[in-house]
């Protein structure tokens, strides 16, 4: 039996009891949440980053809901692709058929992310993007965001929320543009390069 010692705090690791919850890596990840495309579709993007803490450390169990309209700009109103086993009520993944918008994805042990969804169009006035909720140890509350995906400079520059954001500010809600199809979207929560969150009322 190894024995710790309890006199000095640094050798005591942390213990669900000693740490803010909730905590999401039971039950609600599920496999597939992250294939929100349909397979095979010519318009699929991947999306991916890294959630951060305010002192830049990663979080290994936070996760992201992503929304997004379809590539002519519309939100889905198809039912859900999830299929579950009939035998055991467990998830079986998405049928890859139908695009529903939306996807949940759990980082892992560095704090990364990815999703494959199809590149939403502009809707209205706004710019391209995804909607994002942020869940993570510690948010009693979760946070909103979005992504905005570059490509069209005029649409970025006009789209109303984003003139609304410190210019010092608003390339935290600009996913970078790796090439092939790929974006970078990383995710503070608080500190040095902050991402932007939104407050719905």
């Not at 690791?13 to 010519?42: E, K, M, N, Q, R």
Request: net charge negative; hydrophobic share 35%; aromatic share 10%.
């Amino acid at each position: 039996m190894t024995k710790i010692d309890t006199s000095r705090p640094e050798t005591v690791l942390p213990t669900p009891s000693h740490t803010v919850g909730p905590f999401y890596g039971h039950a609600l990840p599920f496999p597939g949440g992250g294939d929100i495309a349909p397979i095979g579709h010519p318009d699929t993007i991947t999306v991916q980053g890294y959630i951060t803490d305010g002192e830049g450390n990663p979080l290994p169990d936070a996760f992201v809901e992503l929304w997004g309209a379809d590539p002519e700009g519309n939100i889905p109103q198809v039912d859900g692709s999830i299929r579950r086993d009939p035998a055991s009520g467990g998830y079986l993944g998405r049928n890859g058929v139908e695009f529903t918008g939306w996807g949940r994805v759990q980082t892992d042990a560095n704090g990364h992310w990815y999703a494959r969804t199809l590149r939403p169009g502009a809707r209205g006035q706004h710019a391209p993007y995804l909607s994002v909720c942020v869940f993570a140890r510690g948010l009693l509350v979760h946070l909103y965001t979005r992504i905005y995906l570059p490509g069209d400079e005029a649409a970025l520059a006009s789209d109303p929320l984003l003139r609304r954001v410190d210019e010092a500010r608003r390339g935290t809600l600009i996913a970078a543009d790796q090439g092939n199809g790929t974006y970078r979207f990383d995710i503070r929560l608080q500190g040095e390069g902050e991402t932007v969150f939104l407050e719905f009322q």
